[in-house]
């Protein structure tokens, strides 16, 4: 942020936020008891009616964010940046002393829903996918297109008002800046989601010839079903080209050319090698390593140690 | 018989082998190598199962078996790391001069998973944005260079 300021030339101010909530005013009329040990001493049966927000009150926010919200001063503006702690605003807001900034025409947070969906991705446990959240990520989709449609309006205004939208700094200006950027954050955010997953995809491409096990295909949205599909195929073509390599066995360092496993379920006569085998379940097997190992990936087959 | 391989063509396959895993770029297909190298694989699975069918010492034809794996490991692996690299980064490899180090296959591998990763994006994402805001390499049409980073 300092960097931002130093390069575009602008002011910083700085301020506490601790005690903020405490100056928004109440609407509503609210009315508490006294405290213990805050008693006025003969007016104990009597109760208060609140003038300023209480923090712990469940209008604070509200009334504080109102009150700085009508404010003419850039300060206080600045105050709601750092307030909602969106550090991209607050770069931009606090800049020119003399202008207000028209963005906050939803008391919602930007960027709250996008950073949630990428939070999901780094809760995960590496390499394992998630179900798709579709609702979150649409609700971000929407969120762009809200941001979008208020930027339009505002370059029209600005339009309107015989401004230069490129040149021209008015709050009008900052509003617009604020809406692009956030719209760029959520694109950033929602590619980085579906990036980090087709990740996944790419490392279950080599694992799986082209049918997903159904516990993975259930947490895979239909464009996720299909990239798969696609990427796979290209694997096989490629491998196909280099005269049917198969490159997605032996996957480790040869230790023993055979390897000794249990089959785990019924999969049936199977030609392995030049001869036909029975994969019975239960029963157990010296295959090689380079045979059984779509079967233990999928879980058919476990391999016996020691 | 010594070694299954040429004694040069494991070294150099082994070699190749080792450079490419601990290089993140992706280095110059070794063709040639390569090429020699599953024709030997080839001509010896065929001398091992000869060796199998007529009865020959089997402690000898499982010692060949694992050399002969280790072969085919290595050349699987080598051909398997280049390939992760291609996924990982194909934006950069087809913009670069490292597109020449890439064989003709890997090349059609490359060009097909770049154009499977931008349909995805474009139907998943890009196409449901605002105009202005669709591109997969730049942020949006106001960015003067490609600033998606991916």
Not at chain 1, 147 to 161: A, G, P, S, V, W
Request: net charge neutral; hydrophobic share 40%.
């Amino acid at each position: 942020m300092l960097g931002l300021a130093a390069t575009l030339d602008l002011e910083i101010e700085q301020l506490d936020v601790w005690i903020v909530f405490l100056h928004g005013d109440l609407e509503d009329e609210i009315y508490m008891e006294q405290s213990k040990g805050f008693e006025v001493k003969g007016k104990e049966g009597l109760i208060c009616c609140l003038r300023k927000s209480l923090y712990g009150l469940k209008q604070a926010p509200r009334q504080c964010f109102r009150g700085l919200r009508t404010s003419n001063n850039l300060l206080f503006s600045s105050v709601v940046a750092t307030f909602f702690r969106w550090r991209l605003v607050s770069s931009i807001v606090l800049c020119h002393r003399l202008f207000r900034c028209n963005i906050m025409e939803h008391t919602e947070i930007y960027g709250k829903r996008a950073c949630q969906l990428v939070k999901e991705l780094a809760s995960a446990e590496p390499g394992q996918l998630t179900r798709f959240n579709d609702d979150l990520f649409n609700q971000v989709i929407k969120e762009c297109n809200v941001h979008y449609k208020q930027f339009y309006e505002l370059t029209r205004k600005m339009q309107e008002e015989g401004l230069d939208v490129q040149s021209a700094r008015n709050a009008d200006h900052f509003g617009m800046l604020i809406h692009h950027l956030s719209l760029l954050r959520n694109k950033r955010c929602l590619m980085a989601y579906m990036y980090k997953r087709a990740e996944i995809i790419h490392s279950l491409s080599w694992k799986v010839r082209r049918i997903l096990p159904q516990d993975i295909e259930e947490k895979l949205c239909d464009c996720e079903k299909r990239y798969f599909k696609n990427h796979s195929s290209a694997l096989q073509s490629y491998m196909k080209e280099m005269g049917s390599l198969d490159l997605t066995v032996d996957t480790v360092p040869p230790k023993d050319p055979y390897i000794k496993v249990r089959v785990l379920e019924d999969i049936g006569v199977t030609a392995i090698g030049d001869r036909d085998t029975n994969l019975a379940r239960h029963s157990i097997h010296f295959l090689k390593r380079t045979d059984a190992e779509h079967y233990i990936f999928q879980g058919m087959m476990e391999e016996l140690v020691g | 018989m010594n070694r299954l391989l040429a004694t040069s063509d494991i070294v150099l396959l082994k070699t190749a082998w080792r450079n490419e895993k601990a290089d993140p770029e992706i280095l110059k297909f070794q063709a040639a190598l390569v090429q020699r190298s599953r024709e030997q694989i080839q001509l010896m699975e065929d001398t091992v199962e000869e060796f199998k069918r007529s009865g020959f010492d089997p402690l000898i034809v499982s010692i060949y078996q694992m050399d002969l794996e280790r072969a085919q490991f290595l050349l699987r692996s080598y051909l398997r790391i280049r390939l992760l690299k291609i996924v990982n980064d194909m934006i950069h490899i087809s913009k670069t001069d490292v597109w020449n180090h890439l064989s003709r296959e890997e090349q059609n591998f490359a060009s097909r998973c770049s154009e499977h990763m931008k349909n995805y994006m474009d139907e998943a994402v890009l196409s449901k944005l605002p105009s202005g805001y669709q591109s997969n390499v730049k942020q949006s049409i106001a960015s003067e260079e490609d600033d998606m980073g991916i």
